[in-house]
């Protein structure tokens, strides 16, 4: 689509094509008659509603474009819109160029400074309709030119023109509308009727007010958006596990949709996402660990097994016992009478008991930073837990809690069974964070799509062990898009961050086992579309 823009800045000198009309002749232009004009304000009264109900700002203006252009018979348009002192073009349409399939479009929008001396920066700021019979015959009286580079580029001549500035309610004015070569009956560039000059107003003047309801929405959702990344950023950055995830899972999760738009063959040929349903995917990549918030920081960034408070609870302890069997507790003041004594500090003996209680503690707190505990180890842990020394009071007390005990027994990683189940629960709290969230109708999916990123095909996932036939293709796209990002993000404590490659690999064994959907991991790998963060 192209057409063309005009600067104003340059002379207009006359164009290769024959001039038929000249400007301010006098204008011997049939008026409607009833009928045609009780048609052409119904015909507007559509247009207005159909304007009225687009909130996309890009959308609208090309529709706006569009139905001025159809309304007027123009074979071309174009639309400005009037910022803090500037011309940004926004739209360009041109019947004639888009039939020349082989003509590359002569155009790149550039913003138009608001002055006089262009045809639309005339109009931007006195707010005047221009309706000119032919551009390239202006009189010098008027302080406007027209800019030909456009046709001379393109091979294109632009005659009649009719210019509109778009005012709202205040009479303030959003932008310009301008219309090119009302065509006529017998294809012929024609004039445009003055008839249609109010009519147009009219439109430009409904496109005002859908122009600044589409751009406060555009600013509402704008700072809902910054509202979403900065909180979900900032819940994310409480782990330097976790920094940045919710940003790469919406990146991958854009990039498999947007892949998926592109394939016209395969298992994803009949299936297209809308510029809706790209945003409520997105908006829910963005939000689908936002959860995490209710859970304890503690559990969320554990680094070992023990808390550090719990590691010095212990080391506490063992420094007491040692204290204690050495020197028979005579530095805590228990005396004699204390069982653990009996033993006199600097013999072979004290010296034994001291070896053995700081062997056991340095176990203790090699058991705690592993990652993994074997068989072996885990009974040399129990020994351990199984003995007990007499406080100061002559109770007796385990070397190791309970508490401690379930934290250290952990095989794999640094959670225990309650921690992990702790951290699954954000699922939930991301459900019932989102769907207080009044989203419109086009995004009524995003608090379901959020809260079903642990669910598994088979059935297998969590919070609800949803199935296949249960997870739309926007769950399975996130469920790929957030394992990956938890396996390739900066290391864990119970391992290091994979490649992309052995990563996919993982994707892949997942796919295989009937948890994830194999179609979506292939296109995620093969296009490696891990690499568009
Ligand atoms: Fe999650
Ligand atoms: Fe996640």
Known sequence: MTAQPETGNLVAHAPAAEQTHSYASPKQREPFSDSALRTQVEKLNQIGIALSSETNLERL???????????????AGSLYILDDGILYFHVAQNDTLKRRADTPPGFKPYPLALSKESIAGYVGITGEILNIENVYKLPKTVPYNFNPDFDLRNEYVTRSMLVVPMKDREEQILGVLQLINATGEAGLVVPFQESVEHLVMSLASQAAVAIRNAKLIANIKALFEALIRYSTSAIDAR??????????????????????NDETMGPFRDVFFSTEQLEELSYAAWLHDIGKIGVPEQILDKENKLSAEAMATITTRFDLIKSLRVHGGCDHGSGENNKNSGRHPGTKEAEGAEQEIERELSFISKVNRSPFLSDADLSTLDEIASKTYEDLHGHARPYLTDKEMECLSVKKGNLTDEEYKRIQTHVEHTYNIVRNIPFTKTLKNVPFYSASHHEFLDGTGYPRGLTSDELPIQARILAVA??????????????????????????????????LDQDIVNLFTEKALYNKT
């Open 61 to 75: 203006l090309e529709l706006i474009v569009q139905e001025a252009r159809a309304f007027t018979c123009a074979d």
């Open 239 to 260: 782990s330097p596990h976790t920094a940045g995830h919710s940003r790469r899972v919406a990146a991958y999760s854009e990039a498999l949709a947007s892949a998926i």
């Open 482 to 515: 957030d394992i990956f990002d938890a396996l390739t993000a900066v290391d864990r404590p119970y391992r290091s961050a994979m490649p992309p490659s052995k990563a996919c690999q993982v994707l892949n064994a997942h796919a295989k086992a009937g948890r």
